[in-house]
Protein backbone atom coordinates (compact mmCIF):
# COMPACT_ATOMS: atom_id res chain seq x y z
CA UNK A 1 0.00 0.00 0.00
CA UNK A 2 1.34 3.60 -0.71
CA UNK A 3 2.64 5.22 1.70
CA UNK A 4 -0.32 8.20 2.62
CA UNK A 5 1.67 9.71 5.29
CA UNK A 6 1.33 14.01 5.12
CA UNK A 7 5.25 15.17 4.43
CA UNK A 8 7.07 16.36 7.21
CA UNK A 9 8.17 19.85 7.59
CA UNK A 10 11.86 19.44 6.45
CA UNK A 11 10.05 17.08 3.27
CA UNK A 12 7.86 20.08 2.98
CA UNK A 13 10.98 22.96 3.48
CA UNK A 14 12.89 20.33 1.13
CA UNK A 15 10.18 20.32 -1.81
CA UNK A 16 9.84 24.39 -1.97
CA UNK A 17 13.54 24.56 -2.11
CA UNK A 18 14.16 21.83 -4.86
CA UNK A 19 10.81 24.06 -7.10
CA UNK A 20 12.52 27.03 -6.67
CA UNK A 21 15.96 25.91 -7.80
CA UNK A 22 14.19 24.09 -10.79
CA UNK A 23 13.07 27.95 -11.66
CA UNK A 24 15.96 29.49 -11.27
CA UNK A 25 17.27 27.06 -13.43
CA UNK A 26 14.50 28.08 -16.34
CA UNK A 27 13.61 24.43 -16.61
CA UNK A 28 10.25 22.50 -16.48
CA UNK A 29 9.65 19.88 -14.97
CA UNK A 30 9.63 17.52 -17.64
CA UNK A 31 13.20 19.39 -18.87
CA UNK A 32 14.19 18.57 -15.54
CA UNK A 33 13.35 14.64 -16.02
CA UNK A 34 14.71 14.14 -18.90
CA UNK A 35 18.11 15.24 -17.96
CA UNK A 36 17.86 13.13 -15.66
CA UNK A 37 16.50 10.25 -16.94
CA UNK A 38 13.27 9.94 -14.24
CA UNK A 39 9.92 10.08 -15.23
CA UNK A 40 8.03 13.68 -14.90
CA UNK A 41 5.86 12.25 -12.03
CA UNK A 42 9.19 11.34 -9.87
CA UNK A 43 9.53 15.17 -10.29
CA UNK A 44 6.82 16.09 -9.40
CA UNK A 45 6.23 13.58 -6.04
CA UNK A 46 9.59 15.18 -4.91
CA UNK A 47 8.35 19.08 -5.65
CA UNK A 48 5.24 18.22 -3.96
CA UNK A 49 6.67 16.53 -0.61
CA UNK A 50 5.08 13.25 -1.37
CA UNK A 51 8.06 11.80 -1.54
CA UNK A 52 11.63 12.24 -0.07
CA UNK A 53 14.53 11.72 -2.62
CA UNK A 54 17.51 9.08 -1.28
CA UNK A 55 20.56 10.94 -1.16
CA UNK A 56 21.87 9.66 -4.45
CA UNK A 57 18.52 11.27 -6.07
CA UNK A 58 18.90 14.46 -4.19
CA UNK A 59 22.99 14.50 -4.96
CA UNK A 60 22.01 14.42 -8.89
CA UNK A 61 19.06 17.02 -8.34
CA UNK A 62 21.48 19.53 -6.74
CA UNK A 63 24.20 18.77 -9.58
CA UNK A 64 21.31 19.13 -12.46
CA UNK A 65 20.91 22.77 -10.22
CA UNK A 66 24.41 23.35 -10.06
CA UNK A 67 24.14 23.83 -6.39
CA UNK A 68 27.32 24.45 -3.94
CA UNK A 69 28.44 25.79 -0.48
CA UNK A 70 26.73 26.01 2.43
CA UNK A 71 23.60 25.94 0.50
CA UNK A 72 24.69 22.21 -0.56
CA UNK A 73 25.23 21.17 2.82
CA UNK A 74 21.97 22.72 3.96
CA UNK A 75 19.70 20.85 1.23
CA UNK A 76 21.46 17.74 2.32
CA UNK A 77 21.22 17.60 5.64
CA UNK A 78 17.23 19.04 4.81
CA UNK A 79 16.98 15.30 2.82
CA UNK A 80 18.85 13.15 5.48
CA UNK A 81 15.52 13.87 7.50
CA UNK A 82 12.84 14.31 5.49
CA UNK A 83 11.56 11.16 5.31
CA UNK A 84 11.41 10.39 8.78
CA UNK A 85 8.70 8.78 10.53
CA UNK A 86 7.19 10.27 13.67
CA UNK A 87 5.74 7.92 16.84
CA UNK A 88 2.67 9.39 15.34
CA UNK A 89 2.93 6.84 12.68
CA UNK A 90 1.87 3.84 14.91
CA UNK A 91 -1.80 5.72 15.37
CA UNK A 92 -2.22 5.90 11.86
CA UNK A 93 -5.55 3.34 11.97
CA UNK A 94 -6.90 5.77 14.18
CA UNK A 95 -5.91 9.86 13.54
CA UNK A 96 -6.95 11.52 9.85
CA UNK A 97 -4.19 13.27 8.18
CA UNK A 98 -4.54 17.00 8.89
CA UNK A 99 -4.39 15.83 12.54
CA UNK A 100 -0.68 13.82 11.54
CA UNK A 101 -0.04 16.50 10.12
CA UNK A 102 -0.53 18.86 12.91
CA UNK A 103 1.39 16.57 15.03
CA UNK A 104 4.36 16.60 12.79
CA UNK A 105 4.37 20.40 12.55
CA UNK A 106 4.30 20.70 16.38
CA UNK A 107 6.98 18.53 16.84
CA UNK A 108 9.21 20.25 14.60
CA UNK A 109 7.94 23.89 15.32
CA UNK A 110 10.29 26.01 17.60
CA UNK A 111 7.20 28.03 19.09
CA UNK A 112 3.57 28.11 18.65
CA UNK A 113 1.29 30.91 19.51
CA UNK A 114 -2.31 29.68 19.85
CA UNK A 115 -5.99 31.49 20.38
CA UNK A 116 -8.46 29.12 21.89
CA UNK A 117 -11.95 30.59 22.50
CA UNK A 118 -13.90 27.70 23.65
CA UNK A 119 -11.66 25.05 25.43
CA UNK A 120 -8.59 24.67 26.68
CA UNK A 121 -5.97 23.86 24.30
CA UNK A 122 -4.84 20.40 23.50
CA UNK A 123 -1.29 20.65 24.41
CA UNK A 124 -2.18 22.05 28.18
CA UNK A 125 -5.50 18.81 28.56
CA UNK A 126 -5.30 17.16 31.87
CA UNK A 127 -6.31 13.50 31.29
CA UNK A 128 -9.56 13.30 31.97
CA UNK A 129 -10.63 16.68 30.34
CA UNK A 130 -9.07 15.83 27.40
CA UNK A 131 -11.27 12.27 27.37
CA UNK A 132 -14.59 14.59 27.63
CA UNK A 133 -13.49 16.65 24.76
CA UNK A 134 -12.89 13.76 22.64
CA UNK A 135 -16.05 11.81 23.68
CA UNK A 136 -18.19 14.83 22.92
CA UNK A 137 -16.39 15.56 19.94
CA UNK A 138 -16.34 12.15 18.38
CA UNK A 139 -20.54 11.36 19.33
CA UNK A 140 -20.23 7.96 18.06
CA UNK A 141 -17.26 6.24 18.06
CA UNK A 142 -15.64 2.83 19.93
CA UNK A 143 -14.01 3.12 23.53
CA UNK A 144 -10.71 1.87 22.34
CA UNK A 145 -10.55 4.63 19.62
CA UNK A 146 -11.67 7.19 22.24
CA UNK A 147 -8.66 5.62 24.19
CA UNK A 148 -6.26 5.61 21.78
CA UNK A 149 -7.18 9.59 20.67
CA UNK A 150 -6.48 10.35 24.64
CA UNK A 151 -2.68 8.39 24.52
CA UNK A 152 -2.08 10.30 21.35
CA UNK A 153 -3.16 13.98 23.12
CA UNK A 154 -0.97 13.38 26.19
CA UNK A 155 2.17 11.86 24.37
CA UNK A 156 1.61 15.12 22.16
CA UNK A 157 2.39 17.74 25.11
CA UNK A 158 5.83 16.19 25.33
CA UNK A 159 7.11 19.05 23.30
CA UNK A 160 6.53 21.27 26.38
CA UNK A 161 9.17 19.15 28.43
CA UNK A 162 11.95 17.86 25.80
CA UNK A 163 15.05 19.06 25.72
CA UNK A 164 14.61 22.15 23.74
CA UNK A 165 10.95 22.85 24.64
CA UNK A 166 8.37 24.43 22.64
CA UNK A 167 8.11 28.16 23.39
CA UNK A 168 4.01 28.28 23.82
CA UNK A 169 2.13 31.12 24.23
CA UNK A 170 -1.54 30.75 24.69
CA UNK A 171 -4.62 33.53 24.57
CA UNK A 172 -7.96 31.81 26.36
CA UNK A 173 -10.94 33.18 26.26
CA UNK A 174 -12.71 33.74 29.96
CA UNK A 175 -15.76 31.27 28.67
CA UNK A 176 -13.17 28.28 28.42
CA UNK A 177 -11.93 29.01 31.84
CA UNK A 178 -15.94 29.11 33.33
CA UNK A 179 -17.08 26.56 30.72
CA UNK A 180 -17.42 23.23 33.11
CA UNK A 181 -16.48 20.21 30.93
CA UNK A 182 -16.32 16.91 32.54
CA UNK A 183 -17.91 17.82 35.76
CA UNK A 184 -16.41 19.52 38.97
CA UNK A 185 -13.25 17.38 40.09
CA UNK A 186 -11.99 17.38 36.63
CA UNK A 187 -12.91 21.12 35.83
CA UNK A 188 -11.16 21.95 39.00
CA UNK A 189 -7.65 19.49 38.38
CA UNK A 190 -7.77 21.26 34.76
CA UNK A 191 -7.74 24.13 35.76
CA UNK A 192 -4.67 23.78 38.58
CA UNK A 193 -2.63 21.88 36.08
CA UNK A 194 -3.33 24.91 33.45
CA UNK A 195 -1.92 27.17 36.26
CA UNK A 196 0.90 24.90 36.77
CA UNK A 197 1.98 25.15 33.54
CA UNK A 198 1.53 28.86 33.32
CA UNK A 199 4.56 28.73 35.75
CA UNK A 200 6.92 26.69 33.78
CA UNK A 201 9.33 29.42 31.51
CA UNK A 202 8.40 28.14 27.87
CA UNK A 203 4.74 28.42 28.62
CA UNK A 204 2.91 31.74 28.31
CA UNK A 205 -1.05 31.54 29.46
CA UNK A 206 -3.26 34.82 29.32
CA UNK A 207 -6.65 34.99 29.74
CA UNK A 208 -9.01 37.16 27.60
CA UNK A 209 -11.81 38.58 29.48
CA UNK A 210 -15.32 38.93 28.41
CA UNK A 211 -15.22 42.14 29.01
CA UNK A 212 -12.98 42.98 26.62
CA UNK A 213 -15.99 42.68 23.76
CA UNK A 214 -15.14 42.40 20.22
CA UNK A 215 -11.73 41.30 18.80
CA UNK A 216 -9.74 40.34 16.01
CA UNK A 217 -10.27 36.72 16.45
CA UNK A 218 -14.08 36.55 16.79
CA UNK A 219 -14.20 34.01 14.27
CA UNK A 220 -12.87 31.43 16.26
CA UNK A 221 -9.61 29.32 16.77
CA UNK A 222 -6.65 29.55 15.37
CA UNK A 223 -3.14 28.29 16.06
CA UNK A 224 0.49 29.46 14.60
CA UNK A 225 3.31 27.42 14.11
CA UNK A 226 6.48 29.02 14.07
CA UNK A 227 9.91 27.18 13.11
CA UNK A 228 13.59 27.81 12.70
CA UNK A 229 14.16 30.38 9.71
CA UNK A 230 16.17 27.91 8.01
CA UNK A 231 13.36 25.01 7.89
CA UNK A 232 10.05 26.64 6.67
CA UNK A 233 7.62 29.57 7.18
CA UNK A 234 5.26 30.09 9.65
CA UNK A 235 1.99 27.92 9.63
CA UNK A 236 -1.32 28.85 10.78
CA UNK A 237 -3.55 25.71 11.71
CA UNK A 238 -7.25 26.27 11.87
CA UNK A 239 -9.87 23.59 12.80
CA UNK A 240 -13.27 22.78 12.17
CA UNK A 241 -15.99 20.30 12.99
CA UNK A 242 -15.38 18.20 9.94
CA UNK A 243 -11.88 19.18 7.73
CA UNK A 244 -9.15 21.47 9.28
CA UNK A 245 -7.40 23.78 7.33
CA UNK A 246 -4.01 25.33 6.79
CA UNK A 247 -2.68 28.35 5.73
CA UNK A 248 0.79 28.89 4.63
CA UNK A 249 0.52 32.57 2.48
CA UNK A 250 3.01 34.83 4.11
CA UNK A 251 0.64 38.14 4.27
CA UNK A 252 -2.18 35.68 5.52
CA UNK A 253 -0.10 34.19 8.25
CA UNK A 254 1.24 37.81 9.25
CA UNK A 255 -2.38 38.89 9.96
CA UNK A 256 -2.68 35.74 11.72
CA UNK A 257 0.37 37.30 13.60
CA UNK A 258 -1.06 40.62 14.21
CA UNK A 259 -4.16 39.63 15.80
CA UNK A 260 -2.49 37.51 18.17
CA UNK A 261 -0.35 40.52 19.20
CA UNK A 262 -3.87 42.40 19.28
CA UNK A 263 -5.21 39.62 21.67
CA UNK A 264 -2.52 39.63 23.96
CA UNK A 265 -2.72 43.27 24.63
CA UNK A 266 -6.52 42.79 25.28
CA UNK A 267 -5.94 40.06 27.41
CA UNK A 268 -4.84 39.91 31.02
CA UNK A 269 -1.26 40.08 31.93
CA UNK A 270 0.05 36.38 32.97
CA UNK A 271 0.21 36.73 36.78
CA UNK A 272 -2.87 38.26 36.59
CA UNK A 273 -4.40 35.68 34.20
CA UNK A 274 -2.46 32.86 36.60
CA UNK A 275 -4.56 34.68 39.64
CA UNK A 276 -7.55 34.71 37.75
CA UNK A 277 -7.38 30.67 36.87
CA UNK A 278 -6.36 29.82 40.53
CA UNK A 279 -9.64 31.89 41.76
CA UNK A 280 -12.22 30.16 39.58
CA UNK A 281 -10.29 26.71 40.29
CA UNK A 282 -11.49 27.28 44.02
CA UNK A 283 -14.45 28.54 43.83
CA UNK A 284 -16.06 25.11 42.11
CA UNK A 285 -17.63 23.75 44.34
Known sequence: MADRRPPSVRARQLAAELRRLRDAATLTGEEAAGRLGWSPSK???????????????????????????????????????????????????????????LIALEAEAESVRWYSPMLVPGLLQTEQYAREVIRSG???????????????????QRVLTRENPLQLAVVIDEAAILRMVGGPQVMREQLAHLAAMAARPNVSVQVLPLAAGAHPATTGEFTILGFPQLIAPDVVFLENMTSDLYVEHEAEVYRYGMAFDRLRALALPPHESAAFITARADSIG
Open 43 to 101: ISRIETGQTAPSPADLRRVLDLYEVVGTQRERLELLGLSAGQRGWWDAYADTLGPEYTA
Open 138 to 156: LLIAPPGEIERRVQVKMTR
